[in-house]
């Protein structure tokens, strides 16, 4: 068995899929239309599906906003410098919620970021990894 991936909803497939790839660097995978069902998936990820887990952004074209609730956290990525990722990130446009630095009671350097809907993004630095 393996983790195959993480499933989004999003409001506006465009504009998540521009933050993912053009702030976040992955890549989109694979996309596919469903016009019976009105909805898009996008497949985006840093490897191959076959090599790791990806994200999944589903886009149901009748809903243009969702309710994040109080039980989802975030996603994680590893990234080799979360200070300079921090940087990057602001000038792309990407919107830094909690800048880089070590994790409360640990070492772990860590920063957040969150998408066009309102998902956070943590940023784990890979060689500070060990809380």
């Known amino acids: ?26 890549r989109v995978l694979r996309r596919k239309d469903y016009p019976d069902g009105r909805f898009t998936l996008a497949f985006l990820g840093y490897v191959e599906e076959s090599e790791g887990t990806v994200l999944e952004l589903t886009h149901n074209w009748d809903t243009e906003h969702y309710e994040l609730g109080t ?5 994680a990525i590893e990234v080799q410098d979360a200070y300079e990722a ?46």
């Open 1 to 26: 068995m393996r983790l195959l991936h993480t499933m989004l909803r999003v409001g506006n497939l465009e504009r998540s899929l521009d933050f993912y790839t053009q702030v976040l660097g992955m």
């Open 86 to 131: 921090c940087r990057l990130i602001k000038e792309k446009g990407g919107r830094v919620v909690r800048e880089a630095g070590p994790m409360k009671h640990g070492q772990t350097v860590i920063a957040f970021v969150e998408d066009p809907d309102g998902y956070k993004v943590e940023l784990i630095q890979s060689d500070t990894h060990k809380d």
């Open 71 to 75: 039980a989802y956290g975030h996603i």
